[in-house]
């Protein structure tokens, strides 16, 4: 972005000022002006000093987003692991709500990292939604609820010592897995699972595409948003429909790599049943696929 300076007028300053009236900042009488001239490069500094970020009055790439993590309210986007790791005060909040209420995050940092991800998947559970560690609507709605429980009280998490991600990404590790797209709602499902993976644990060995990647694979998995047609060499298939329990789709996954021809890479076609365009459904798709793939990798022999 263009740097937004002193003197200047605006849209982009209106933008600015309106966003540093929610965070209580002081604009003088004028308020909302357009103009980035007093009270408003005031408080511009006054929110770097605060945040240890350069005075200078300025508002470049880093102030920007500052601002903007700042005035993220919890319920103003969707929330989930990935990587880039989300972050902002909605984070804040959630981790702050989710501590309170006895689901540890760990420390309040306003990162939503893998410790975050298993609470709010056993928050979920506790209140009778999907497990899938995405904070929408229906989770946001749930956590509003118990407002008068969480709000303004001591969010100090204990140890992490006996906490661990929501998934078990040592499969990962000892095990290569590549996810081979066969069409474009399947490649973004594949992304999101590769993605997850790596957000759960760096170290994990799971690839998107195929060619070059799939020298020294353990696992190919296939992916189709519609069933393949015949020519399969003796491949198996698993379908991957949103609702499945994650210990059956498992226990599926299990078959398949018993049952595949096991002259390496084992190659199973997976089939992602009714995931259609939104971001939600696809993201619960990627979790549910490598929440199932992590369990039978566990497993393997």
Not at 26 to 43: H, I, N, S, Y
Not at 216 to 223: I, K, R, Y
Not at 228 to 253: I, M, N, S, W
Request: negative net charge; proline residues 6%.
């Amino acid at each position: 972005m263009k740097p937004i300076l002193p003197g200047e007028r605006g849209p982009a300053v209106e933008d600015v000022q309106r966003r540093l009236l929610v965070l209580g900042y002081d604009l003088g009488p004028t308020g909302v002006d357009g103009v980035f001239f007093g009270k408003t490069r005031d408080a511009v500094e006054c929110f770097q000093r605060e945040h240890g970020l350069t005075e200078d009055g300025v508002v470049g790439i880093q102030t920007w987003a500052a601002i903007v993590d700042a005035t993220f309210a919890l319920g103003d986007r969707m929330l989930y692991l990935r990587l880039p790791h989300f972050h902002g005060n909605d984070v804040r909040v959630l981790q702050e709500a989710l501590n309170t209420l006895g689901f540890s995050c760990g420390a309040v940092d306003g990162i939503f990292g893998s410790f975050t991800e298993r609470a709010v998947r056993e928050f979920q559970r506790s209140s009778g939604q999907p497990r899938d560690g995405i904070v929408g609507p229906e989770t946001v709605r749930a956590l509003s609820q118990l407002r008068h429980v969480w709000e303004g009280k001591d969010s100090t998490a204990p140890e992490l010592a006996h906490t661990a991600p929501a998934r078990t990404p040592e499969a990962l590790t000892r095990r290569a897995v590549a996810f081979v797209p066969r069409d474009p709602v399947a490649s973004d499902v594949a992304e999101r699972a590769v993605n997850l993976a790596l957000a759960t644990d760096p170290e994990a060995r799971a690839y998107l595409g195929g060619g070059e990647r799939l020298a020294g694979t353990d696992v190919v998995l296939e992916v189709h948003s519609v069933e393949p047609g015949d020519g399969d060499g003796g491949q198996p298939l698993v379908t991957v429909a949103l609702g499945d329990r994650t210990d059956e789709l498992a226990g599926r996954f299990s078959v398949a790599l018993k049952l595949a021809p096991q002259d390496p890479p084992v190659t199973i076609r997976v089939v992602l049943s009714g995931v259609g365009s939104g971001e939600r459904a696809r993201q619960s798709a990627a979790v549910l696929l490598l929440d199932a793939v992590c369990r039978a990798l566990a497993l393997w022999q």
